[in-house]
């Protein structure tokens, strides 16, 4: 059975980092995209970062670039999302998607998602 499962979300002050992963299981990551979005109370599901499994090339929307670094793991069938110089606007669900192509920040794209993993950022 396909799934995507993320995990490392918590609380963490303004200025800190952390790290979520996206696990695969029931296929291998590698002939896919995956993409990481955030959804905020009361606001649309975004796309933020996505990553071509196979070579490596990833994307960035402005809102997170310079702070946000996406990678992968093939041997662990694993995508990370390193997340530093975090803000309280980055307060969100986020959830990491599979999809088949290079458009891999369009939710509507996506073929199949986690369930999502809970970020606040507040002092």
């Known amino acids: 059975q396909l799934q995507l499962v993320e995990s490392g979300g918590g609380l963490v002050q303004p200025g800190g980092s952390l790290r979520l992963s996206c696990a695969a299981s029931g296929f291998t990551l590698d002939r896919y995209y995956i993409g990481w979005f955030r959804q905020a109370p009361g606001k649309e599901r975004e796309g933020i970062s996505c990553?071509?499994?196979?070579?490596?090339?990833?994307v960035y929307t402005d809102s997170v670039k310079g702070r946000f670094t996406i990678s992968r793991d093939n041997a662990k069938n694993t995508v990370y999302l390193q997340m530093n110089s975090l803000k309280p606007e980055d307060t969100a669900v986020y959830f990491c998607a599979l999809g088949a192509d290079s458009r891999c920040l369009l939710r509507n794209n996506m073929n199949y998602w986690g369930k999502g993993t809970l970020v606040t950022v507040s002092s």
């Open positions: 990553i071509n499994v196979i070579s490596g090339s990833s």
